[in-house]
């Protein structure tokens, strides 16, 4: 269920549940409102990857999974339908496989386009809350290069797919980097190539966007303190008139990162004589970083939202967010849902890059003062001992939910403080 859509259902669950409790009946039959609420309150968050043949996009894809499968350093865990699973799993294992030292996994085919929905998941007690979903889209890089393509429908679907994604990947080959900075013409060749193609797909867009670059731990070398390698990679990129150009033009009202990540970590690969990329036999896959992309997707969108309004606006809605925390769960529900009827909610909703202008209910604008809230550190007591079933469900997802932003949120914070070199253009 995309987010428009999920706005509408919900919008019309919020009313029969405040009916129903207008009346003063007892609930018979069915979940409870607060369930079918919960049910409802799933928003998908789509996410494009655009990089070019070889940059490692395959291999992001398995090692970012391989990350978050499990919730082992954050409160959330992604699951994903069985054959995604065994695909990614497949190719998790056959990269970190040092057996086989020149074998990696395939990259995506020209006429192949790879769609993973990820469910973000987390526990409370025995029961598991899906709190939104991330719809992941891989386009093949000669998509983006093949002249064949040019008119063909699915260059118009990758177009349509960039200009309603709620976050952007633009995934930059570190191995060129590493080829170029070894002296290979080539590698500043390709390099420039890449954001000549990336830059003018991500210019045009309004969402956040993220330059990924791949195989971190082949520029190891560069320099011991990793941000001071960071910085030196930022001003290389920024040597590109295109790339600055961009930066320059979107990153006062827009989220634009810089994300060094490393599908198999330090060590484990080398360049050998010939200029391949080849396993080392005794090393451990570590991967770095691999879980910040997606995981500021979220994050990243609400910020830029409220960078988008004018101060009086964004006062407004902090202090709305301040009263929500406070109120009976079902009542945020009915409030957040009232919002959106205000000045303040509608600007919200249109920099958010969602049509529907009506009710977002506990979807979009419970999630948006839940951050904000949690943010200025505001705390929040429990649903209380008198409160109705219905009513403990619904607290219950939303302190789950509230977790899971706020882990999300530390992702990138953490890789922020680690690299400020990450933020472009450095703060």
Not at 369 to 385: E, F, Q, V, Y
Request: proline share 5%.
């Amino acid at each position: 269920m995309d987010i428009v859509l999920g706005i509408f259902v919900l919008a019309g669950i919020v009313a029969a549940v405040m009916a129903f409790l207008d009346s003063g009946l007892p609930w018979r039959g069915g979940p409870p409102p607060g369930e079918a609420g919960i049910r409802a309150a799933v928003p998908t968050f789509r996410v494009v990857a655009l990089g070019l043949p070889g940059s490692g996009k395959t291999l992001l894809l398995a090692s970012m999974y391989n990350e978050l499968q499990t919730p082992s350093r954050q409160s959330y865990y992604l699951s994903a339908a069985e054959g995604d699973v065994a695909r990614l799993t497949g190719w998790f294992a056959q990269m970190a496989d040092t057996t086989r030292a020149d074998q990696w996994p395939r990259g995506t085919f020209t006429s192949e386009t790879r769609h993973f929905s990820f469910g973000v998941r987390a526990r409370a007690g025995d029961t598991v809350h899906e709190v939104l979903r991330l719809d992941l889209l891989e386009y093949a890089g000669e998509l983006l290069t093949d002249a064949a393509e040019t008119d063909s429908g699915r260059r118009t679907e990758l177009f349509d797919q960039v200009r309603s994604a709620h976050a952007l990947l633009g995934i930059i080959d570190g191995g060129r980097i590493r080829q170029h900075l070894d002296g290979d013409p080539q590698g500043w060749t390709e390099l420039h190539r890449t954001l000549n193609i990336l830059v003018p797909h991500l210019i045009g867009a309004s969402c956040p966007v993220s330059f990924v670059v791949t195989k971190w731990d082949l520029l190891a070398h560069l320099h011991q303190d990793e941000n001071t390698r960071l910085a030196l990679v930022r001003d290389l990129l920024m040597s590109n008139e295109h790339f600055r150009t961009l930066v320059r033009l979107h990153s006062d009202r827009r989220v634009v990162r810089l994300i060094p990540v490393s599908a198999v970590g330090p060590g484990f690969a080398s360049v050998d004589a010939s200029g391949h990329v080849v396993k080392n036999r005794s090393a451990q896959a570590r991967p770095a970083y691999v879980d910040v992309p997606l995981s500021a997707v979220v994050p990243d969108l609400f910020d830029q939202a409220e960078m988008g309004l004018d101060a009086t606006l964004r006062a407004a809605l902090r202090e709305e967010a301040r009263h929500h925390l406070w109120r009976a769960p079902l009542e945020r529900l009915r409030t957040a849902a009232m919002l959106t009827f205000q000045t303040s909610g509608r600007a919200l909703l249109h920099a958010l890059g969602s049509p529907a202008a009506a009710v977002a209910g506990d979807v979009l604008m419970g999630m948006f003062l839940d951050s904000r809230a949690m943010i200025a550190g505001l705390g929040r007591p429990g649903a209380g001992a008198q409160a109705g079933e219905a009513e403990r469900r619904i607290d219950e997802f939303v302190r789950v939910r509230r977790q899971v932003l706020q882990d999300m949120r530390a992702k990138p914070a953490m890789l922020e403080g680690r690299l400020p070199s990450s933020r472009l253009p450095e703060r």
